[in-house]
Each structure stands twice: as C-alpha cells, then as structure tokens.
C-alpha cells in the first residue's frame, strides 16, 4: 500500500494556514515564520499564492530583522532545535507580532518547552503544536516502511533527526493523527 507523502505534507500546512486560531479578524493580517529547513518543506507543497489565499501577507525567516508589526499574529512553523528556540526566546522579550502560534516539525523536547515557557513573560504565545513534519515531499508514493515505490521517488529526512523520547509520546494526543498538542490558551 503506497502513501502520498506530498498530500501527508500539503495536510500538515494545511492545518497550520486554516488553524481557527489564526482566522481572519478584523484589521488583523498574519505571517507565516519558517526556518531554512521548513521553507523548503512549505515550497515543496504550497505556492505563494496559496499561502496568501489564506490572508498570510508575510513569509519570513526566523530571526530575520524587522520592524515591530503588532497588527499582525504570527504562524511559526520550525524544526524542535535549541537555536530556534533560542531564536524565538529572544523574540518573545521584545515581542513583535500581536501573537505567535508555534508549530514544531518533530517532537519538541521538555527542556525546550520549558525554555519556550519561561522566555514567554509577555504571555504572547497562544498555543504550541508539535506535527511530523520533518520531511521534505518531493513525489507523492512512498511505502508505509519508507522505500520509494518507483526509482525517481525521493524523501528527504531531517538533517538531524529527533530522537523520540518515550514520556514525551505519552502526552495527550488530540483526534487528529498529527501529533500531540503541548499547550492551548
């Protein structure tokens, strides 16, 4: 049985650009954060003018300079690494964006969550998902043991794989079969 990894992908961006979270309010746009990895895993599945059919009027990178932009709630979407987290740390002391909705690629560590909650004294972090993610699609069929069904497949792994962490998959785990959701306020 051959499974569409690119519709597996496309689903968990998908998820992230229609969160009902992230809805359109009144005078309230959103950007979308990605890093290197990330970009690459969203350009393989969505276009431009699919993420702003979603009302994101910026894609940026994570940590990249600009002007504070309280107008806008921001979508972060990265992979479950101690610079991105340092990264986000240092964005959340001198938040600019209205609000962050944080989606990890993997299963982010406790001592990172930990990190992530204690750097968020402005309280602008509204929620914290964690999906697997940590592909990049290139051709949709895939057997469910990883091999390619035909030579021009291609699946491109993390650089540097997560290793999963038992206690943490235990967390609770939502109806969805994403992953676990950390946090949500």
């Known amino acids: 049985m051959a499974m569409d990894i690119i519709a597996a992908a496309r689903g968990y961006i998908d998820r992230i650009v229609s969160h009902k979270a992230l809805r359109k309010e009144s005078n309230v746009g959103k950007v979308l954060i990605l890093d ?4 690459q895993v969203v350009a393989n599945v969505y276009s431009q003018t699919q993420i ?13 300079d600009h002007e504070p932009m309280p107008h806008l709630k921001a979508a972060v979407f990265v992979r479950p690494t101690a610079e991105n987290v340092a990264i986000l740390s240092r964005e959340f002391a001198d938040p600019q964006f209205k609000e962050y909705h944080l989606f990890f690629s993997n299963i982010l560590s406790l001592d990172l969550l930990q990190a992530l909650a204690e750097s968020d004294e402005h309280e602008v972090v509204k929620q914290v998902q964690e999906f697997y993610g940590d592909f990049i699609a290139v051709n949709e069929a895939s057997t469910p043991d990883g091999r390619a069904t035909s030579s021009r497949t291609l699946i491109l792994p993390a650089a540097a794989p997560v290793r999963p962490n038992p206690p943490l998959m235990r967390r609770h785990h939502t109806d969805y079969p994403a992953g676990p959701v950390l946090a949500e306020h």
């Open 52 to 64: 702003l059919e979603n009302d994101f009027y910026l894609v940026e990178q994570l940590g990249s």
């Open 36 to 39: 290197a990895y990330t970009t």
